[in-house]
């Protein structure tokens, strides 16, 4: 495997050494791209000597020891020879110019010849991080196919504290390796993915809703298209990005959310119900704004649909996974649900705690599967998690396959 690992000028570009090395443990042959801005903290030749490889600084070159001058077609010629591209650190001024087609160096310019599978690890001070420009930047490469590996929270070189830190070299060696020669296991099926909230209303403009981000749903749908699987998401309101090469339908209600679910289970080999729905709804609300007119008042629930339960009793040789977002107890309300909603296995997460869970970007799970002991997934991102999903499931079909 051929890997171009681009290097940002951030502070964190000594740490793209250390990818380089890890990437070669792993039996990859990297080519090094500096910017000139990343040749202010680290000297090509670190990245010559690492690599065995000259470093390739600038369209023109400056004769610097370990760079190498390249001619006018290098950036394509790189681009067709490499595998995958891995940029780390991205840092902003690179998203914009990567989300914008601006090619005024070497690193930019082969960005737009490469055709193969694009790696971004953006790292930089967390308000930078937080930018809405930034953060747009950041959707549009996303969507157009980008794999974002998301900076880690922890102390940053200018003090501050927050999301903006480059993970660990080791850690973004193998995400880049993994999204370089996809597995493609789940090739032939078609899954059924719900993500996010429901959303039932009370009036026009107030609805019951809960904390639920989509993020996890949303990462396995992007996480089993690449794995070769014909994806469709049923969302309920969220504001994330569509994940690329994946039917996306839009829902609001639980009740909406269910009509969208039995209307495509026909086609569903595999099912995984990873929203939230609500629980309860309002049946007729009123067509106008309640008005604060009364000390007190209360609002008639009835029980939504349950979606799960409902493609549990009909699912025929579907794999069924459900969630089951807990406070306490996950792995006992795990299994209570597997039987009662007849899944074939339960992904209990543990909410409300700081870090993990509802909206955040990472999470920590127990697989709970029909046979067999539970599995703990350990914190990771929920890109890493929805992989620890898949691949258990993806043994499931095995079993299944081979039951047939
Ligand atoms: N679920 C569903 N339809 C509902 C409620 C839940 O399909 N009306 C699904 C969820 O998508 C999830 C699983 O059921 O996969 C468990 O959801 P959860 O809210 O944890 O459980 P509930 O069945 O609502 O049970 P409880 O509120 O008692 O925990």
Known sequence: MNIVLGVGGGIAAYKAAEVARALMEEGAAVRTVMTASAREFVTPLTFAALTGHKVITSLFGDGSPGEVLSSSVEHIRVARENDALLVAPATADLLAKFAHGLADDFLTTMYLAFTGPVILAPAMNTEMWRHPAVQANVETLRRRGNHIIEPDSGSLACGETGAGRLPDPRHIAAETLRVASPVRDLEGEVVLVT????????????????????????????????????????????????????????????????????????????????????????????????????????????????????????KGGRLLIGF?????????????????KNCDMVVANLVGQEGTGFGSNENEVTLVPREGSPVVLPRASKREIANGILDHLSWLRLSRNAAR
């Open 195 to 314: 993500a996010g909230p429901t959303q039932e209303a009370i009036d026009p403009v107030r609805f019951i809703s809960n904390r639920s981000s989509g993020k996890m749903g949303y990462a396995i749908a992007e996480a089993a298209a690449v794995r070769g699987a014909r994806v469709m998401l049923v969302s309920g309101p969220v504001s994330l990005a569509p994940p690329p090469g994946v039917d996306l339908v839009r829902v609001e209600t639980a009740s909406q959310m269910r009509k969208a679910v039995l209307d495509r289970l026909e086609t569903a080999t595999i099912v995984i119900k990873a929203a939230a729905v609500a629980d309860y709804t309002v049946e007729n609300p009123p067509s106008q704004k309640m008005k604060k007119t009364a000390a007190r008042m209360s609002v008639d629930l009835s029980p939504t649909p349950d979606i799960l339960a409902e493609v549990g009793r009909v």
């Open 324 to 340: 089951a977002a807990e406070t306490q107890n996950p792995v006992a309300e795990a299994r209570r649900k597997m039987e009662t």
